[in-house]
């Protein structure tokens, strides 16, 4: 019915294998007290209260379903997903301090890395993105839908929504924190009510339709810079540009 923890002391290894399938019908261990393992890939699955995870070393996730919340905290290691597989939940939240690479399709993500890179492809939109690489670079991409920024950091980030926009979680006071910053959209990014707020040094915007609204939240110098041979470091297809530099 369920998989849990009941080993007392959180530091002891419950399993340790090289490859785990777990499945459970109403979750596997808790937020409070995640399953501890040691394992070359993992596949999970379960329909409610999600799958709670610590690992030691690199994780390679294979097959993982969850209709709540999928987390896991990886120590000594990078977290990466088979060629082929596809995370699959609702909210993902992922800790791992050599990185995190992944394919998704997932509603919200919580990612955080101290000394690797943050890189997702999500399937379809996002409606939260909250990510930081506190000594690496971060690149989030979506192939359909809109990509909703909430607090992305990272020496340089990507953005880039395929088919749809890239806007600001409501209420939010600073969506990205970087050195450089690439923003690449289908339809705008940010709304004359609501631009996506940064505080770079460096930045790129592109979309083929819409408009672009980007407000530099701090007194940084801002420079417009060209990620391509075109020369052109703000473009749009159509709409209008605003940049607003305190």
């Known amino acids: 019915d369920r998989i849990e923890n009941l080993a007392q002391d959180g530091n002891v290894v419950n399993i340790k294998t090289n490859n785990l399938n777990l499945s459970a019908n109403n979750g596997i261990a808790v937020v409070t007290h995640p399953l501890y ?9 379960t329909e409610k209260n999600g799958i709670y995870i610590k690992q030691k070393g690199d994780l390679l996730l294979d097959k993982i379903h969850s209709k709540d919340g999928f987390e896991v ?6 977290i990466t997903s088979s060629e082929n597989s596809i995370i699959t939940a609702d909210k993902l939240k992922l ?3 050599q990185g995190i690479a992944l394919n998704t399709n997932v509603n919200e993500v919580d990612l955080y890395s101290s000394n690797g890179n943050i890189t997702i492809v999500e ?16 690149s989030i991409g979506v192939k359909s839908g809109d990509l909703y920024v ?4 990272g020496q340089s980030v990507h953005l880039n929504a395929d088919a749809g926009r890239i806007l600001s979680v409501a ?26 707020k940064v505080d770079t040094s460096n930045l790129t915007a592109h979309t083929k339709s ?9 007194d ?22 605003n940049i607003d530099s305190d």
């Open 210 to 218: 819409g408009s672009i609204f980007v407000k530099q939240t701090t």
């Open 95 to 97: 800790s791992a301090d």
């Open 171 to 196: 209420g939010t006071l600073n969506n990205v924190k970087s050195d450089s910053l690439v923003l690449l959209a289908n339809n705008g990014i940010g709304l004359f009510n609501d631009y996506l």
């Open 123 to 138: 399937q379809n939109g996002l409606n939260k993105a909250n990510a930081i690489a506190e000594n690496g670079n971060v």
């Open 37 to 45: 393992v040691e394992v070359d890939a993992l596949s999970a699955s």
């Open 150 to 153: 909430d607090y992305i950091q």
């Open 220 to 241: 940084h110098q801002l420079n417009l810079v060209s990620n391509d041979q075109s020369g052109h470091a703000i473009t749009t297809g159509g709409g209008s540009i």
């Open 73 to 78: 905290t990886v120590v000594d290691g990078i």
